[in-house]
């Protein structure tokens, strides 16, 4: 199991299956206080951030050509310009029963809070801390979802002290992003937002929030690394940072050596320093729109469940790498199946895009509204073709990734097919239970039923005897597999 901290009410995620399920289409940090903010003189908005901040929220502050990191920049001086961007965001919300949840591994920053029950006095309402940045002179702030989740009351604070009540405009709790409106706000220093796509792996970035309610904070690091998946949501991909990031840091900036916020700050690993993590850029930008004219996100789903690609998996299926998304169950009826997809192919592009990592599968159809018709790439029997599918509507509870799967007890087995490493019996309503694992390296568990060899369907017992026959020592099987009520694919070597 991972352990990371992310900032949802400081609740801890734990790590999930490698198995995604697309029906396709977040998870963040929350950082900053606002009660300690240190008072900073107002930075005159650039003309590029007036004329950018002029147009509309979709195409905001389109970035400059990536080029070299100078050998040596003013840490202080772009700490300067751009602390007066970053607001301080608290929030009250009348206490419930629920609140008081064990810590996930990995953990949203929420800051302190307070309210709740206590020992000796009963509290009526508690509140939370967190942090944003300015993306319109007219009070448009950017932040994580969470952190206004369910606020009956939201109050921003600037950099130069003043404070204005915000109205939630827009939440998408898939990425953890929400876009707030401050009331009465004006001539506004506004935050340019970079390019993450262009964004490079050990450059610089300066990650400002305010951690533990201590204030505005400044802290420099370099990108660690890109797309990175920590098991957070379906849209994982995430930058990580060795820039500190602490609980208060949740909805922060994370800006580059120009200036440009090319991340949102959103999740730390638990009792690991120098490990944090932060919602690209692009990712907000894709959504930004919505946001602001529909106050949610609207996506399109292929309708589908898909699953990474192993070496076994991709030797069993005569591919030439591990590269795309398995496509292991279809929604009868749904996008995928109208446009003839079918399970056991791989899906190894969308409009033209790679498909490197299946977890890019559904970020990269999600940017595509209802309706919107894609080109999906396909390789069924090693062969590439591409089919049109026209998308149905993601809805608000469908649950992108399958639910982790735990093997069951092992019970008596029955029969032994010592080849497979793997000791089966007759499975009720047809095809063959895996009763016992012998072979530790199996991708197979207890409690799987098969019910297809190499396209050959298993109805019983007789039948994977008849298609085991045909096994050659030392090949790679490749069954179809039922998991309670998930179908996936598992490769499985044959032994002598």
Same mark, same amino acid.
């Given at each position: 199991m991972k352990s990371v901290r992310m900032s949802k009410h400081a609740h801890e995620l734990s790590s999930r299956s490698v198995i995604s399920a697309l029906l396709v289409t977040g998870a963040l940090a929350l950082p900053g206080c606002g009660h300690e903010a240190h008072a900073t003189p107002p930075v005159q908005t650039t003309q590029q951030d007036a004329a950018a901040a002029a147009a509309p929220l979709a195409t905001v502050n389109a970035p400059p050509p990536a080029g070299p990191v100078p050998a040596t920049f003013d840490v202080a001086q772009l700490a300067e310009r751009v602390t007066p961007l970053v607001v301080n965001i608290t929030t009250t919300q009348k206490a419930s029963a629920e609140s008081g949840q064990a810590l996930d591994p990995f953990d949203f920053f929420h800051g302190p809070r307070g309210g709740g029950r206590g020992p000796e006095r009963p509290q009526s309402? /508690?509140?939370?801390? @967190?942090?944003? #940045?300015?993306?319109?002179?007219?009070?448009?702030?950017?932040?994580? =979802?969470?952190?206004?989740?369910? !606020?009956?009351?939201?109050?921003?604070?600037?950099?130069?002290? /003043?404070? #204005?009540?915000?109205d939630v405009v827009g939440r998408d709790p898939k990425l953890d992003l929400a876009l707030l409106k401050l009331r009465g706000a004006k001539d506004l220093p506004v935050a340019a937002l970079g390019s993450s796509e262009q964004l490079r792996v050990g450059e610089h970035v300066l990650a400002v929030g305010n951690p533990f309610g201590l204030g505005h904070t400044v802290t420099l690091g370099i990108v660690s690394a890109k797309a990175r998946s920590i098991g957070a949501g379906p849209y994982d991909d995430f930058i990580q940072t060795d820039a500190s990031i602490n609980p208060g840091n949740s909805g922060g900036p994370l800006f580059n050596w120009r200036g440009d916020v090319i991340g949102i700050n959103t999740a730390i690993? !638990?009792?690991?320093? @120098?490990?944090?993590?932060?919602?690209?850029?692009?990712? &907000?930008?894709?959504?930004?729109?919505? &946001?602001?004219?529909?106050?949610?996100?609207?996506?399109?789903?292929?309708?589908?469940? #898909?699953?990474?690609?192993?070496?076994?998996?991709?030797? =069993?299926?005569?591919?030439?790498?591990?590269?795309?998304?398995?496509?292991? %169950?279809?929604?009868? @009826?749904?996008s995928a199946d109208r446009a003839g997809i079918k399970a056991g192919d791989v899906i190894v592009a969308v409009n033209g895009t790679t498909i490197n990592h299946a977890e890019e599968l559904p970020r990269n159809v999600a940017r595509n509204a209802p309706g919107a018709q894609i080109k999906v790439t396909v390789l069924r029997s090693g062969k590439p073709f591409d089919?049109?599918?026209?998308? *149905?509507? &993601? %809805?608000?509870? *469908?649950? %992108?990734?399958a639910p982790s799967l735990r093997p069951q007890a092992p019970s008596s087995s029955k029969k032994s097919a010592d080849k497979l490493g793997v000791q089966v019996s007759p499975a009720q309503g047809g095809g063959v239970r895996v009763e016992r694992i012998t072979d530790e390296a199996s991708e197979l568990q207890p409690g799987d039923v098969l019910v297809e060899l190499n396209g050959i369907k298993?109805?019983?017992?007789? =039948?994977?005897?008849?298609?085991?026959?045909?096994?050659?020592?030392?090949?790679?099987?490749? #069954?179809?597999v039922k998991r309670g009520r998930i179908t996936r694919f598992a490769a499985v070597t044959v032994g002598s």
């Open positions: 309402s /508690r509140s939370a801390l @967190g942090t944003g #940045f300015i993306i319109a002179p007219d009070g448009y702030v950017i932040t994580n =979802a969470h952190v206004v989740e369910s !606020a009956d009351q939201v109050k921003v604070r600037l950099a130069d002290e /003043r404070e #204005f009540a915000a690993r !638990a009792g690991a320093n @120098g490990i944090g993590f932060a919602i690209p850029i692009d990712a &907000l930008k894709d959504i930004l729109p919505q &946001l602001r004219e529909k106050g949610h996100v609207e996506r399109g789903k292929l309708g589908l469940l #898909f699953q990474p690609i192993t070496g076994d998996l991709a030797r =069993a299926l005569g591919l030439p790498s591990s590269k795309g998304a398995l496509v292991a %169950e279809l929604q009868p @009826g749904g089919v049109t599918a026209k998308l *149905d509507a &993601l %809805e608000e509870d *469908d649950d %992108e990734r298993l109805p019983d017992m007789q =039948a994977l005897e008849a298609a085991m026959a045909k096994l050659k020592p030392g090949s790679t099987a490749l #069954f179809k």
